[in-house]
């Protein structure tokens, strides 16, 4: 089982849309949670971080799940420009183990916005 | 503040030969990560640093290999280059372990012919 699972998609949607991405994670240890955004052929690019009260950045709302294990990416009003491959991003592990040391990615849920 | 500079962007290799690719960081970050993207699929971590002097492997350390001498720089060596290692690059940094995301260079276009 991936420590990270996310639906890969597409999710194909017209311009204007609230499209939402969720993502699994496994390890009930896991401290931190983010998404990042990659457009084709580019770095990936932090997007927001996730906290547990859930946090707003203009169309964008991330929302934490602890019992349930899982984080969701709601995009509203979706643009053009808003195609882009989302990945959930997850520091696995408490603060005194190497588990922290890194990061776990998703696979990504590929989006595309259409006119 | 330039962030994480990867150098070169592109490159071919012949099997067999060998090249490093450069990553440097000005924002005095500790933890430095190298990952390697082929098309179509995730990221996968091949080494890691968390200071100056200390390095460890990730997921897929075979047929690379690192250095870290000096905060700022974390080069990635590749000995006997092989078609298997025709992938994109990625250098990251992060202040420090906890609540702090990855800040990425711009990536290394790597084909080994």
């Known amino acids: 089982r991936k420590e990270v699972e996310q639906d890969p998609g597409p999710f194909n949607v017209p311009e204007g849309a609230t499209v939402a991405f969720n993502c699994t994670y496994s390890?009930?240890?896991?401290?931190?949670f983010f998404w990042y955004r990659q457009d084709c052929r580019k770095e990936p690019k932090l997007l927001m971080s996730?906290?547990?009260s859930g946090n707003e950045d203009g169309r964008f709302t991330a929302q934490l799940n602890r019992a349930s294990q899982y984080i969701s990416l709601l995009i509203r009003d979706s643009k053009l420009s808003d195609s882009a491959t989302y990945l959930c991003?997850?520091?696995?592990?408490?603060?005194?183990?190497?588990?922290?040391?890194?990061?776990?990615f998703g696979g990504g849920t590929r989006l595309m916005v259409k006119p | 503040n330039a962030g994480v500079t990867q150098t070169p962007k592109f490159r071919i290799l012949k099997i067999g030969q060998s090249m490093t690719l450069q990553c440097a960081q000005d924002?005095?970050?500790?933890?430095m990560y190298w990952y390697r993207q082929d098309p179509g699929m995730g990221l996968k971590l091949i080494y890691y640093?968390?200071?100056?002097?200390?390095?460890d492997k990730g997921e897929v350390p075979n047929g690379y290999n690192v250095s870290r001498s000096t905060t700022e720089d974390f080069p990635l060596r590749l000995e006997l280059a092989a078609p298997s290692q025709t992938s994109v690059y990625f250098c990251?940094?992060?202040?420090?372990?906890?609540?702090?995301?990855?800040?990425f260079g711009s990536g290394t276009r790597l084909t080994v012919v």
């Open positions: 990251a940094s992060r202040l420090d372990r906890g609540a702090y995301g990855y800040t």
């Open positions: 390890n009930s240890a896991s401290q931190s």
């Open positions: 996730v906290y547990s």
């Open positions: 991003v997850v520091n696995e592990g408490p603060m005194n183990n190497n588990a922290g040391n890194m990061l776990t």
């Open positions: 924002m005095n970050h500790n933890y």
């Open positions: 640093s968390v200071g100056a002097g200390i390095t």
